[in-house]
């Protein structure tokens, strides 16, 4: 390839002086007396590069079919994916560097379709899967999914789930855990059947073995492995950890935490890794009007645990403490009081919490999603964005605990509608509404999987908006669960009749 076939434009003015190196850009120099053109690749990788920092990737893409140069990908990986937040597979430490130019230009034009594709009003699935999880012998309409959650190990996609089956009585509802490899026909390759008995949590931290925590017998803990190469699905399951009780109700799993609660709404955290090991979470101090009403037991929506730190969003109240005291105490005798917290106006109803993925260095702002609860027999129909944004380095607490709304966004609900939400690693919302008037017609039943993309900024106002893309809607009314792995351009829903969605917008 020479300059003469390069289509590309330089920016800012051009004359015979500054030109002189490349012939196609000065007319002059097109004589008889003009040198030969230099072929563009032979040019230094340098200015290669310079060239092609003022070039849109659009305009790259069309000549990527003459050009395969490494660092040239490389670049555009760095400025116009990393850069920007734009997802894309992920790897081993240093693959990316072991990639040939063929490879990373098929990684960045994936990457660029995908989130035109993810972003769009009406995104295209590519790939539909459905699978129906156990026990099957049980009518559809007695198996209840309560969790989703994706896994990827390499280049493989696993989706586990926690269903529940209700039986005629006075036999106990049961619980099944399953984990499905849906790289091609999903087929299930580990699952485990047990009575009912309270709590079920996956394990967030994904720089973990793949492992759930189970509420066992006599109040008891109990967690399990799970292994994505045994040859039996019911030989996947190994026991790593039994932890005594009591244990009323188990709220989160991330890396060895263990959140549980006892009867009495007291919040403890656990060690698996240090059976016996627990410490008490002392609720923060509320304002007269909250302390004022019922001590029933409150809902705690989500945690975030990482390094030293675990923030917990309940009904009433967002809390962060400090788990440098539990990871270094030789005894469980000891509270844990909170570093900061904030009282929210109104009582939740639901929410979500996630680091909002951004290139700057240094501790990354946390997105807040919440739905507030009313004194009508449903929520309000608004979902509301907040943002906790770092403190400055130096500053004694890590984060600013006042959350600051971004965003006011639409999501109607029916009275008693079933509804959930999610966080992708790279700022995406989704939620189920019933925001259905429009496509059915008719108000009186359907659901809808929405998203948009959260913003971190709040320029000076709240911004009201709606759902920039419709994912799905159907008829029905038995969506329970929604997950999503933006990575790989998946989204999962769960069912009331013991089917698993999975939509793929590659």
Sequence with gaps: MTVESFSGRIPGPVDARSSC???????LLRANHAPKAMPFLD???????????????????????????????????????????????????????????GKLEGLVVRAVRSRRNWTSPSPRATRQLEISIGPTRLPAQERRVIALKFLTRGPHSYILS??????????????????????????????????????????????YPPSVAV????????????????????????????????????????????LIRNHNDQLFVCDVRRVGHRMELVRPPLPPPQAAQPTQAEACFETLIFNDFLIILR??????????????????????????????????????????TSYARGPQPISVLIRFASSFPWPTNML???????????????????????????????????????????????????????????????????????????????????????????????WTRVSLDERNDKIAIGTLDGRIIILELA
């Design 21 to 27: 190196w490349c012939p196609a850009f000065n007319p």
């Design 43 to 101: 040019l230094p990788v340098d200015l290669f590069l310079a060239v092609f920092r003022f070039l849109s990737l659009d305009d790259i893409l069309r000549i990527r079919r003459v050009c395969r140069l490494p660092s040239v990908w490389h670049l555009l990986l760095r400025t116009q994916i990393i850069t920007q937040s734009i997802p894309f597979p992920s790897g081993p430490p240093g693959w990316l560097n072991n990639l040939g130019a």
């Design 384 to 478: 509301n964005h907040f943002v906790i944004y770092p403190n400055p380095p130096g500053s004694h607490l890590l984060y600013d605990f006042t959350p600051i709304q971004v965003q006011s966004i639409s999501a109607p609900l029916r009275l008693f509608a079933l509804t959930d939400m999610a966080i992708g690693e790279y700022n995406t919302a989704v939620w189920l509404d019933t925001d259905t008037e429009s496509y059915f017609l008719q108000a009186s039943s359907g659901q809808r999987l929405a998203g948009c993309i959260l913003s971190r900024v709040n320029e000076g106002r709240v911004t009201d908006t709606n759902a920039s893309t419709v994912y799905n809607m159907h008829e029905g009314a038995s």
């Design 315 to 356: 009904s009433r109240f967002l809390a962060i403490y400090s788990l440098h005291l539990f990871r270094q105490a030789t005894t469980s005798r000891g509270v844990l009081h909170p570093l900061a917290h904030h009282v929210w106006q109104w009582s939740v109803d639901s929410g979500r919490l996630a680091f909002h």
């Design 215 to 258: 509420k066992g017998q006599d109040s008891s803990l109990q967690v399990f492995s799970i292994s994505t190469t045994a040859h039996n699905p019911s030989a996947a399951f190994a026991t790593i950890a039994r932890m005594p009780g009591p244990v009323h109700e188990l709220l989160a799993f991330s890396g060895s935490i263990v």
């Design 162 to 207: 926690a269903a529940l089956s209700i039986h005629a009585r006075p036999n106990p509802a049961q619980l099944s855990i399953e984990c499905w490899d849906i790289n091609r026909t999903p087929f299930c390759i580990a699952r485990r059947q047990g009575p009912w008995l309270g709590g079920c949590a996956f394990n967030k931290d994904a720089s």
